[in-house]
């Protein structure tokens, strides 16, 4: 059974960084498409980055391009996602999914086969 478990969140200042890891096991990653999706209070689950499985084509909302970067090495089982220059509407639970779909996609949560548990990152002074 493919399982994720996403660590490194936390609580941090606005316009601090943390770094987010998805570590998987019972599978093989390079099998599959990443994507990071966004929970914030009340507020629907969103994608916010994703990449492809060779790791060469990456995809950003608009809400956190150019301060987010998400990463993968499949050697090591785990996917990465750098958050900088953090703001307080970046508060909420991170979870990272893996497609099989064949794309990278941030608009089709349904194409995500497997999901982690989520970690919590809250921005605030």
């Known amino acids: 059974q493919l399982q994720l478990v996403e660590s490194g969140g936390g609580l941090v200042q606005p316009g601090g960084s943390l770094r987010l890891s998805c570590a998987v096991s019972?599978?093989?990653?390079?099998?599959?498409?990443i994507g990071w999706f966004h929970q914030g209070p009340g507020k629907e689950r969103e994608g916010i980055a994703c990449?492809?499985?060779?790791?060469?084509?990456?995809s950003y909302a608009d809400s956190v391009k150019g301060r987010f970067s998400i990463h993968r090495e499949n050697a090591k089982n785990t996917a990465y996602l750098q958050m900088n220059s953090l703001r307080p509407e970046d508060t909420g639970v991170y979870y990272c999914?893996?497609?099989?779909?064949?794309?990278?996609?941030?608009?089709?949560?349904?194409?995500?086969?497997?999901w982690g548990q989520g970690t919590q990152v809250t921005v605030s002074s």
């Open positions: 019972g599978g093989t990653l390079a099998n599959y498409d």
């Open positions: 999914a893996l497609s099989g779909f064949g794309r990278c996609t941030l608009h089709r949560p349904g194409e995500y086969d497997y």
């Open positions: 990449i492809n499985r060779v790791g060469d084509t990456s």
